[in-house]
């Protein structure tokens, strides 16, 4: 497959906006769907929707089937051992809260340490905060190195009897650098620590293999890689899932329920309470699946390596730019590219490309602490998936250059 045949899977990449061509450089917020997403939602919703689990039905079945082929692709998609760890959420941030509330009820105490990375999304940051006002814990913040990668040293200087858990990301949304997780991983097993992957970014442009890593919880959500919204996976390794009590009660999370008692279900379904947004996640498979083919298919490998490098190069032209987070390995930089310009506020370069159907993100990226340690308020941010093009490319930085000329 080229660039130009998968575009044509990806409609809204037609779309014009203010009369302009859209170029959607946004795609680490959330990237486009494709229509084998949209079909199968719609299929759904208008042939096979019933509630999952519970009746005997025609319907229930196929709409059941079609939810527990989702968990398969997804333990698939994750070199999962066993389909049992796989938890469906509403997304990254329902699965690091799911995992804050009940690894924290299980392990966590007021003599207890976590350990934080600072450049994480507020998703792998407030929760761990909240659990530490609640329990009297002590969190500790594992900082960036030069380069922006998590610094190793820092960690095991950290590490100590008390820490119960360490969280941090595959690769920052801010930054687009893939953190060594493989051996921060180890490093924390050796001192018997669990170690949470917030993958929101890296599961996007990386073979995530949960074996490989040994990691003992990965969290994803499916709107990043072309899944619909509302739908994340959260993998734990089945120990410790079985250890941790419920996070969300009610109906289809039990085993038995008296007035005396209530046990609970077995994995998964103990951390599936209540009617699940099984159409969504069941459009999870086409998503998983295309996005397997785009990591495997060469000639949009080729595409999407000379794309990443146009941009980097010409990026880096920019007068009075900064770029965040180190651009010399291309290996271990994801397109994700934050940078603010010398005098221009990123708010004001953000609306002024709008204007011109450029869409990037501009802000605080749900990374405070982030900015605060690079001394700034926002920045602008562009990322790319593998449907773009140099033809948007350059259409970026002619409206980038325009929109300096209006503001400086
Ligand atoms: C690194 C990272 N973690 C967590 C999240 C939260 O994801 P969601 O809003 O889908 O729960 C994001 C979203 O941008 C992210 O980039």
Known sequence: MNTQELRKIFPILDSKVYGRKLVYFDNAATSQRPLSV??????????????????????????TDAYENARDAARLFLNAEDRRQII???????????????????FVDKD???????????????????????????????????????????LRSLLGPKTKLVCVNHASNVLGLLNPVKEI???????????????????VHCKVDVQDLDCDFYAFSAHKLFGPTGVGVLYGKTELLEQMPPFLCGGEMVGTVSL????????????????QNFVNAAAISPALELLSNILNDKELDTEFEQLKAYFLEKLRQVPGITLYGDTSQADKKLPIYSFTIE????????????????????GQMCAEPLMNHFGVSGMLRASLMQYNTMEEADIFFSALERALEMLK
């Open 185 to 203: 991983i180890q490093i924390c097993h050796q001192a018997g620590v669990p170690v949470l992957v917030d993958g929101a970014q890296g599961a």
């Open 343 to 362: 005098g221009v506020h990123h708010e004001d370069l953000a609306i002024l490309l709008d204007k011109m159907g450029v869409a990037v993100r501009s």
């Open 260 to 275: 005396e008692k209530t046990t609970f279900a077995p994995l998964p379904m103990k951390f599936e309470a209540g009617t």
């Open 38 to 63: 949209v079909d199968m939602m719609y299929d759904l919703n208008l042939h096979h929707n019933a509630n999952i689990h519970r009746a005997v039905h025609k319907l229930s079945a196929d709409a």
């Open 88 to 106: 469906f959420t509403s997304g990254t941030t329902a699965a690091i809260n799911l995992v804050a509330y009940s690894f924290g009820s299980a």
């Open 112 to 154: 207890s340490e976590i350990i934080v990375g600072e450049a994480e999304h507020h998703s792998n940051f407030v929760p761990w905060q909240q659990l530490a006002l609640r329990t009297g814990a002590n969190i500790k913040y594992l900082r960036i190195d030069d380069k922006g990668y998590y610094s190793l040293d820092s």
